[in-house]
Nanobody, 117 residues
Framework: QVQFVESGGGLVHPGGSLRLSCAASGVSFSIYAMGWYRQAPGYQRELVALITSSGSTSYGDAVKGRFTISRDNAKNTVYLQMNSLKPEDAAVYYC???????????WGQGTQLTVSS
């Protein structure tokens, strides 16, 4: 059974920093990529950042230059360092684990980020 341990969400002031982490266990397939997505009320879920097993990264346009994704393959853990946070970054952040086949993926339960003064 897949389990996710997500941590690091919370309340931060604009301009502040926060680090999210997500550890996945019990994944039944070989992991190709781990990533973070976010969804704000009334909006579709969008890509924040993705990192492959080889270390290639991709970022959503809204977070480029401010967020950094990293990964510990041995621990099936992915991190998201978020700097220069803006109110528009507030959302539920979801961890996603993907396999090499498009139908292989799992979502974490999500962690709330609030950016407010």
């Amino acid at each position: 059974q897949v389990q996710f341990v997500e941590s690091g969400g919370g309340l931060v002031h604009p301009g502040g920093s926060l680090r999210l982490s997500c550890a996945a266990s019990g994944v039944s397939f070989s992991i190709y990529a781990m990533g973070w997505y976010r969804q704000a009320p009334g909006y579709q879920r969008e890509l924040v950042a993705l990192i492959t097993s080889s270390g290639s990264t991709s970022y959503g346009d809204a977070v480029k230059g401010r967020f950094t994704i990293s990964r510990d393959n041995a621990k099936n853990t992915v991190y998201l360092q978020m700097n220069s946070l803006k109110p528009e970054d507030a959302a539920v952040y979801y961890c996603k684990v993907s396999g090499w086949v498009s139908t292989q993926y799992y979502w974490g339960q999500g962690t709330q980020l609030t950016v407010s003064s």
